[in-house]
């Protein structure tokens, strides 16, 4: 799988308000571009945009993939909630978008797929039966069913533990190797771990900043990782 550079440019509306921008964010081809900012900065909407979901302000600008074919349809998300439905079984949340789009699932893929992210035990468990954990492992696993090369992260691991948030950082950059990702936090600690490419938002505008020396993913513990965290989120105060 080829996964392209993609590129976002251009400024949001409420309104008659800007939101922000213009702005200029370019993904890391086969690699984590993090963008980092407080809540209710745009975070979101530069995904929603990216991704081609319907967003309530107005958007004047541009979203390009370096091999010139459409974002559209290259996409896998994965949101900040795990969005499993409650009716269904592990194995049949990971199956979901097949059949949502009136196909046949490829149920030795899923298997696989339940398999990788080592949920086979609990296949056949429903959302209420799960920690929280699994059910963002379920998540992850309905997100590589997609097999898209652009994959978007909505903070998806905010609202785990620490032990088990560093556990999904860490099998998410396993199993999305080589994929363009973009993952939206407010937590520099995941940007300073996972990222090749951060990008600051704030205040209506968007600035690159430095990404510690070394290919992720990085220990938690690791000096770089430590002092970018303490960097990172110097800026963010300061924005």
Not at 146 to 165: G, H
Not at 203 to 224: H, K, L, T, W, Y
Request: contains cysteine; proline residues 6%.
């Amino acid at each position: 799988m080829s996964a392209p550079a993609v590129s976002f440019e251009g400024a949001v509306w409420l309104g008659s308000a800007p939101l922000f921008g213009p702005v200029r964010i370019e993904l890391v081809p086969g690699g984590w571009t993090c963008l980092l900012g407080p809540s209710g900065c745009g975070k979101s909407t530069v995904l929603r945009l990216i991704a081609g979901l319907a967003t309530g302000p107005r958007f004047e600008g541009t979203v390009s993939a370096s091999d010139d074919r459409t974002v559209e349809g290259r996409v896998a998300y994965m949101a900040q909630e795990d969005l499993l439905l409650p009716w269904l079984d592990v194995a049949g949340n990971v199956a979901l978008g097949a059949r949502l789009r009136g196909g046949v699932p490829d149920a030795g893929r899923v298997q696989d797929l339940v398999a990788r992210l080592g949920l086979t035990e609990h296949a056949h468990k429903r959302r209420a039966a799960l920690s929280g954990g699994q059910r963002q492992r379920v998540a992850l696993a309905r997100t590589l069913m997609e097999d898209r090369p652009i994959v978007l992260l909505d903070e998806p691991f905010s609202a785990l533990d620490a032990v088990t948030r560093a556990e999904m950082q860490e099998l998410a950059s396993e199993v999305l190797t080589g994929r363009t990702v973009l993952l939206v936090t407010h937590d520099p600690g995941e940007a300073a771990r996972l990222a090749d490419r951060i990008y600051l938002m704030g205040g209506g505008a968007m600035r690159q900043v430095s990404a510690p020396n070394g290919r992720a993913i990085r220990p938690v513990d690791a000096p770089e990782v430590m002092r970018s965290s303490a960097e990172l989120l110097a800026a963010l105060r300061a924005a």
